[in-house]
């Protein structure tokens, strides 16, 4: 087999490694993307947890409940009426699987666009090429393609895989990762889910919106521990509204899986000994950086005691030419953090100044209303001891969201007390996705809050909440 040589070689085609491959070929260099993830038909399907099994489906099917919900339970406040309402999961599921298909597509065509060698199949390293790694590294892939391609260098953005509790291990059927919570057939009458953090929140959203009966465990006795207080708080009052039933400060025990659903014996917060019948289980307690198969030992990759590429801040490894981005190295979990490290490290490679600014990474939960956040909490704040003004501005104040018939939350803004620095916006209400953007532009550029509180909103948005809230920081709201 002869020799294929690049500049660069990407493992994985998710976020990180399609977008480091297209930056990298923009570049000017000779680029080489390798990615193992096949669809139904065995074919290429890039994009990695989040185009497959990750960001794109669930927000697909967030969507699709969504307007489910309305239908059933808003349409008729605005004198709409509908009679026999109905879901057809076969042909949700359909929708989302083509929204995926479009994705994959997608992604092929712009990485054919940019001159990216495209490999499917797995990626995994042979050796280094002369003292050091000086000669870059030889890496072999195995699948539908087969090829041993060598480079100068080697960027891993091999991503992650849902973490098993033990005891109950994944079966798709019954015991649901992320995976099988996107594609059950029918909606369940029970869904148990263990872990009230991201995914738990979303695919609990989108089952109950269909009329599953969703109970959440949570080890953790207070909810959506890294969101800001008052937004959790919000938030939590505003799901467990909707039906979703949260327990905190739980012990899962033994975890049964018989052919009636599966049963979870757990200790609750006050001691008692429980047990929760399911017809499912989704199990969402995190995610762990993913290796298999790329026999990082051969070349000498150090990874961590979670199985994570050790990097440094600007994600070079221990190895000279080998860099690693996304959910496999430190940091949020996040497709959009996954992407930026794989620009800046492109950039590095030709010798420029690849940045991430990893304060003011955003964060969102797409569950109805929607989380957002970027920068500190005011739990961290105080807990730093620093001085700060916090305002805040609720939806039932604006126009757009009484129009909109959705006035839940809040905008909700924290400023150095001196400087009047903008430290963290915190959303929860609706679009809370979409407003954040404005506040992480406004972080980047280092403004103020009275910079945002004296620039003109357009009326009547949701945006206007931001606004008001910058104004709420100096005790001066218009609205409200
Ligand atoms: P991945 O997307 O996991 O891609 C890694 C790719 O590498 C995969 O295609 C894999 O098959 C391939 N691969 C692995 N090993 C090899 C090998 N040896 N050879 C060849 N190929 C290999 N993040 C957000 O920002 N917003 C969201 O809304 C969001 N929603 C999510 C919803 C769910 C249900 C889940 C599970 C995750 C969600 N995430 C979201 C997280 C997001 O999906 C990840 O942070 C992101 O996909 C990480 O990108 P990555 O490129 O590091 O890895
Ligand atoms: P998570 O880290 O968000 O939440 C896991 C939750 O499970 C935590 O609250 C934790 O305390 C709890 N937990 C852990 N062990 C437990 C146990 N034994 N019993 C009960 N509870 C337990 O992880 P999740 O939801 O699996 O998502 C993984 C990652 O995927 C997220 O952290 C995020 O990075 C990414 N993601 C991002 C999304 C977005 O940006 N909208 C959507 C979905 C996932």
């Not at 960027?155 to 995976?179: H, K, M, Y």
């Not at 059950?184 to 695919?203: Q, R």
């Not at 499912?280 to 995610?287: E, N």
């Amino acid at each position: 087999m002869s020799t294929k040589n690049f500049d660069v070689i990407v493992i994985g085609g998710g976020p990180g490694g399609y977008i480091a491959a297209i930056r990298a070929a923009q570049l000017g260099f000779n680029v080489a993307c390798i990615d193992e993830w096949k669809n139904d038909k065995g074919g290429p399907a890039p994009g990695g947890t989040c185009t497959n099994v990750g960001c794109i489906p669930s927000k697909a099917l967030l969507q699709s409940s969504e307007h489910y919900e309305h239908a059933g339970k808003h349409f008729a406040a605005h004198g709409i009426g509908l009679s026999n309402l109905s879901i057809d999961v076969t042909k949700m599921l359909g929708r989302k699987n083509t929204v995926i298909k479009q994705n994959n597509e997608g992604i092929l065509y712009l990485l054919k666009k940019n001159d990216v060698a495209f490999f499917h199949g797995r990626g995994a390293f042979v050796k280094a090429v002369g003292e050091g790694g000086q000669g870059g590294y030889e890496v072999q892939v195995s699948g539908s393609s087969e090829a041993l391609l060598t480079g100068k260098n080697v960027i891993v953005a091999t991503g992650s895989n849902a973490r098993t509790l033990a005891g109950a291990p994944f079966d798709e059927g019954n015991i649901l990762s992320n995976d099988g919570a996107l594609r059950l057939p029918a909606v369940p009458k029970t869904l148990g889910l263990i872990g009230s953090g991201v995914i738990g929140l979303e695919m609990g959203s989108v089952w109950r919106r269909l009329g599953a009966q969703v109970t959440v465990l949570e080890a953790l006795p207070t909810f959506l521990g890294a969101v800001d207080e008052q937004i959790a708080k919000e938030a939590h009052k505003a799901f467990t509204r909707q039906g979703l039933k949260i327990e905190l400060g739980v012990k899962v025990g033994d975890i049964t899986n018989g052919a009636d659903g599966v049963s979870v014996a757990y200790t609750t917060a006050k001691g008692e000994a429980k047990t929760l019948a399911v017809e499912k289980l989704i199990v969402s307690i995190g995610r762990v950086p993913n290796t298999t198969g790329l026999n990082a030992e051969a070349v000498g990759l150090a990874l961590d005691e979670r199985g994570a590429i050790v990097v440094d801040d600007e994600c070079r490894s221990n190895l000279p030419g080998i860099w690693a981005v996304g959910d496999v190295v430190r940091g949020p979990m996040l497709a959009h953090k996954a992407e930026e490290e794989g620009v800046a490290v492109a950039e590095r490679i030709a010798g420029q100044h690849g940045h991430v600014n990893f304060n003011t990474i955003p964060w969102v939960i797409y569950t109805s209303p929607e989380i957002a956040w970027v920068g500190q909490t005011e739990q961290q704040l105080k807990a730093a001891g620093r001085e700060y003004k916090a305002g805040s501005f609720p939806f039932l104040a604006n126009g757009r969201a009484r129009a909109l018939g959705d006035t839940t939350g809040m905008v909700k803004m924290l400023a150095d007390a001196k400087t009047d620095e903008i430290l963290g916006v915190h959303i929860v209400g609706p679009m809370a996705s979409e407003l954040i953007a404005e506040a992480v532009v406004a972080m980047e550029f280092k403004a103020s809050s009275e910079d945002l509180a004296r620039i003109c909103h357009a009326h009547p948005s949701l945006s206007e909440a931001t606004k008001e809230a910058a104004l709420a920081v100096d005790k001066r709201t218009l609205n409200f």
